[in-house]
């Protein structure tokens, strides 16, 4: 029986965080394409790039096979920068495949315009998935992974990989293929994992934000002393810079009222998927106006943390970073709720 595949469709929009997948099946895109007589992609960036100059691509008229217009980053147009290629692919070039690649998705208008006359393809954990189904996907990927690299490793390991790593896919792609190569086709265990993974510095400070957010304060404290002790300590700056940029979004989402939605957060902060919608989830569980006021406070810890008084505590310059930060802390949990 001969199997015959699905034409060529005149748009793709493939995202997600799993950003080997994403580009995978771009390659698979690119050398179909080439392989049915088409030209070498050309290739754009929505940021620097209006969409009505796209559009104008797009439908010019090819003489040597099908074009292969490839726009990265798809994800920074708004809802009205996307309204020339919303109305384009009401009746797009049939000699001509767009392929929208983002990490995030596009604007829901583009992505049902896409829906309708072509194909889209999301690769990672859904951006509104549950913290616990989030955790799951990043498991699974990781034993995945290690298998697709000719290894076996228990959930409960890949679960300490994900803690370590953190929430990135392609991080822990790269991880599976060195622990399923340090294997040697034994099971990857916690010993091997503790011998070759290293931590990623911002992996417990989004642990510290989210304890902050939920008022757990033993966590938090808990987590200040994990990121301070021991050879896989935190530098302060890492983890200010990494609770600045989320109780940015925060306060963005507040300020956005109750129309907010993770896209319109992405488009404001620059936060894409995931951390889009976690800052949305905790603007709405916290006090009115509570993201600003922690915002102003991390303002005041960078210069703590540079020009403080207190740097001369303790037996060395670092000792007064961390009582600082430990400082900060104590408000952020007060702040959050007030």
């Known amino acids: 029986m001969s199997q015959t595949r699905e034409p060529l469709g005149p748009v793709y929009a493939i995202w997600g965080e799993d950003r080997g997948k994403v580009e995978r099946a771009l390659h698979r895109l690119q050398q179909r394409v080439q392989s049915e007589g088409g030209m070498p992609p050309e290739s754009s960036d929505a ?22 217009i490839v726009v990265r980053g798809a994800d920074a147009w708004r809802a009205d920068d996307a309204t020339p290629l919303v109305a384009y692919l009401a009746t797009p070039n049939p000699a001509t495949c767009l392929a929208l690649i983002s990490d995030g998705a596009v604007t829901p208008k583009l992505k049902a315009a896409v829906e309708t006359v072509g194909t889209v393809l999301m690769f990672g954990p859904d951006p509104k998935a549950r913290r616990a189904d989030r955790m799951k996907w990043f498991v699974d990927h990781t034993v995945a992974e290690c298998h697709r690299h000719g290894a076996k490793i228990p959930a409960a390991v890949a679960r300490e990989v994900v803690r370590l790593v953190g929430e990135d896919a392609m991080a822990l792609t790269h991880e599976a293929a060195k622990l ?20 990623n510095p911002e992996a417990k ?25 021991g050879d896989k300590r935190t530098d302060p700056a890492v983890i200010h810079s990494t609770l600045t940029r989320h109780f940015r979004g925060i306060a963005v989402a507040q300020s956005l009222g109750d129309g907010a939605t993770p896209e319109s957060v992405g488009d404001a902060t620059g936060l894409k998927g995931y951390p889009a919608q976690k800052a949305l989830e905790h603007a709405r569980s916290v006090a009115p106006g509570s993201g600003e006021r922690c915002v102003s406070r991390l303002a005041t810890l960078e210069l703590d943390l540079r020009v403080s008084a207190f740097g001369d505590l303790g037996r060395s310059g670092d000792d007064g970073r961390r009582f600082v930060l430990e400082l900060a802390a104590r408000d952020l949990l007060g702040l959050i709720r007030h």
């Open 205 to 229: 400070a989004y642990e510290l934000a989210d304890a902050v957010v939920a008022g757990n304060r033993a966590k938090v404290y808990d987590l200040l002393d994990e990121l301070g002790v």
């Open 180 to 199: 399923a190569s340090a294997a040697a086709g034994a099971p990857i265990d916690r010993e091997l994992v503790a011998a070759l993974v290293v931590e």
């Open 47 to 68: 940021a620097q790039t209006p969409a009505a100059d796209i559009v104008a691509a797009c439908e010019t008229l090819s003489f040597g096979g099908t074009r292969l």
